[in-house]
């Protein structure tokens, strides 16, 4: 096939990355053995680390739905469309740095607003990375899997949203950074609830 790849280990590897990723986020959440004297109290004030690990998972689930709902209409993958599979793959294995990062700063008046701005400009990263992905292959009939172009493009327009909110919310993260970060964690369950609307291949969407 020259150029082209088929898209088996691709997926394989993928999966495998997206699992790991989502797995140590939660190796990130502890409370301080100074906080035993009172467990409770000490567990209740680490709802950042909550709220980070909440929106970095279901985040990158919505990543993992989405490039499911690419891959599966893809036959091959060209070198771009598995340059671009990499890099996003790197940004997904970066993630659970800055989510570390925002959960411990993010009740710090002097480190907050960088904190969660770095964070939603990773966010930012790979939203922008899945929707190109999807554009891509839609733009490329010689790599899909059947006549499925319609679907691709009903897909990339599902995730090109998040980046306007992401937009925006990165704006707020420099006014208010505390409800910016409660802001992506609503774009998470946003993405998620669209990816479950998402209709299987050849069926046509409903309406």
Do not use: C
């Not at 709220?51 to 499911?68: E, M, P, V």
């Not at 959960?103 to 400009?121: D, K, L, M, Q």
């Amino acid at each position: 096939m020259g150029n082209r790849f088929d898209t088996g280990r691709l997926e394989a590897f993928s999966d495998g990355v997206f699992a790991i990723a989502i797995t140590l986020l939660v190796l990130e959440i502890s409370v301080p053995e100074d906080a035993f004297s009172n467990l409770w109290r000490g567990i209740a004030d680490q709802w950042p680390s909550y709220l980070a690990y909440a929106t970095s998972f279901l985040t990158i689930g919505g990543f993992w739905l989405a490039h499911h709902g690419v891959f599966r209409r893809t036959a091959y993958a060209d070198l771009r469309l598995m340059l671009a599979n990499l890099l996003l793959l790197m940004v997904t294995s970066f993630l659970p740095f800055p989510t570390k990062l925002v959960a411990e700063a993010i009740e710090s008046e002097s480190a907050e607003r960088a904190a969660v701005i770095f964070y939603g400009a990773t966010l930012f990263v790979a939203s922008a990375l899945v929707t190109a992905m999807a554009r891509y292959v839609a733009e490329r009939p010689e790599l899909m899997r059947g006549p499925v172009q319609d679907e691709l493009h009903a897909l990339t327009r599902s995730t090109a949203p998040s980046l306007a909110f992401y937009g925006g919310i990165l704006v707020l993260a420099v006014l208010a950074p505390q409800v910016a970060a409660f802001g992506f964690l609503a774009i998470a369950v946003l993405a998620l609830v669209r990816a479950r609307g998402e209709p299987e291949a050849g069926e046509q969407p409903a309406g």
